[in-house]
């Protein structure tokens, strides 16, 4: 059988192999770590530096289609393994914007789609013009490599941007006005070779101090909003030319949808689909990168999918016991604050 190449070791790697392997593949992870989530279950394990080269050719040679499971892959490692006829699904061009938060927003609004008001600050000079255009409160946020919430300040009030900018550690940051969301939701679609697009229902996201806490199906939107929600996911697919499953995180206001960010992978807030739907998430990625028919991904069930994020794994045998509740654990030892460890999607309507 052919061989999935899984660039990244983590949960999202982990339940990927465990599709690739339902749908009869074999699966290959890279990751750097030597004892992460995905090489419990994949068939074999690459310990090496995105930038070791040779490690990169070794990985080429054992796979014959290359996916990621973490947006912060070094786009030279995809160079690499393209330069080794293995280009990576989905491309280097959506990693490469969705890599940068000034990337991404310039792209949505190239789009004709909505963001927070947002511009670069890389000094105290930006950071004051670009607190005189978009007010308060606002956040600043690292421009790369910020995930749960990390990398990111609030400002409230004008005493806050010293701190603020401190917080950015020298690097390249963007200012994003507060938007007055009532909620957020997020779509979970898909593209394959072919370009047929299909997304999931979108979920309802609720974030505890920059961190999902819970997903909710269905999702408190009207019958126009889920519409421009789907589509709009489809125009950024189709955009990209994408080929593998996306993230698209949105917030609500009585205004419209408002994108907050994209992620070119598997998504945590896709995770109830586990349960919701013949077709779930990891399936449908396996499926667009491996060159097959999308599948069927119609939601039959009311889903909760809660995060179990650092000691919340204390509370696994209780939730063992509970009826409706399927548990997803990750195999992760050390349980760090902030860690996620593992879901449970609780089955609300069947
Ligand atoms: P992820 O783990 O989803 O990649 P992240 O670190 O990239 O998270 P964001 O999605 O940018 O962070 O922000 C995390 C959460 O903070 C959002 O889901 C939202 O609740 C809140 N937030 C972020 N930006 C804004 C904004 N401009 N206005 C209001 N709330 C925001
Ligand atoms: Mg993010
Ligand atoms: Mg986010």
Redesign the pocket.
């Known amino acids: 059988g052919a061989t999935i190449g899984i660039l990244g070791g983590g949960q999202l790697g982990r339940m990927l192999a465990v599709a690739a392997s339902r749908l009869g593949f074999r699966s290959c992870v890279f990751e750097p770590g030597a004892d992460c989530p995905a090489s419990h279950v994949a068939g074999q394990h690459i310990a090496a530096p995105y930038e070791d080269e040779d490690a990169l050719r070794r990985f080429a040679d054992a796979v014959d289609v290359v996916t990621f499971e973490f947006e912060n892959i070094p786009t030279s490692a995809l160079d690499m393994l393209d330069a080794c006829g293995k280009p990576a699904r989905p491309g280097r061009n959506a990693l490469r914007i969705s890599q940068d938060r000034l990337t991404e927003k310039a792209f949505l609004t190239e789009l004709g789609l909505r963001t ?1 008001p947002f511009a670069a600050v890389d000094d105290e000079i930006d950071l004051a013009e670009a607190l005189a255009e978009i007010g308060l409160p606002a ?1 600043l ?1 690292t421009r790369r490599l ?7 300040a609030r400002i409230t009030a004008p005493e806050d941007a010293e701190s603020a900018l401190a917080a950015m550690q020298g690097q390249p940051a963007i200012l ?4 007055e ?1 009532s909620h ?1 939701v997020s779509v979970i679609g898909a593209r394959n070779a072919s370009g047929d697009v299909a997304c999931f229902d979108p979920g309802e ?1 609720l ?1 505890e101090d ?3 806490r819970r997903t909710t199906v269905p999702a408190r939107l009207s019958n126009a909003q889920r519409s421009d929600a789907v589509l709009l996911t489809g125009q950024i697919l189709n955009k990209l030319d994408y080929v593998g499953v996306m993230g698209v ?1 949105l ?1 609500v206001t009585p205004e419209g949808l408002i994108v ?2 994209i ?1 070119p992978r598997v998504h945590n807030s896709g995770h109830w689909t586990q349960q919701g739907c013949a077709i779930d998430q990891f399936e449908q990625h396996i499926r667009a990168v491996a060159g097959w028919p999308l599948g069927d991904g119609g939601r039959y069930a009311d889903v909760v999918m809660e995060n179990l994020i650092g000691d919340d794994i204390a509370r696994v045998p209780d939730i063992a016991r509970e009826a409706g509740a399927a548990l997803h654990l990750y195999g992760k030892g050390d349980a760090r604050p902030g860690r996620k460890m593992g879901h449970v999607n609780r089955v609300t309507r069947g």
């Open positions: 927070a956040i946020k910020g995930y749960d919430g990390k990398g990111q994003e006005g507060f938007v969301f957020e996201n974030h920059g961190i999902l995180e917030f907050n960010e992620a």
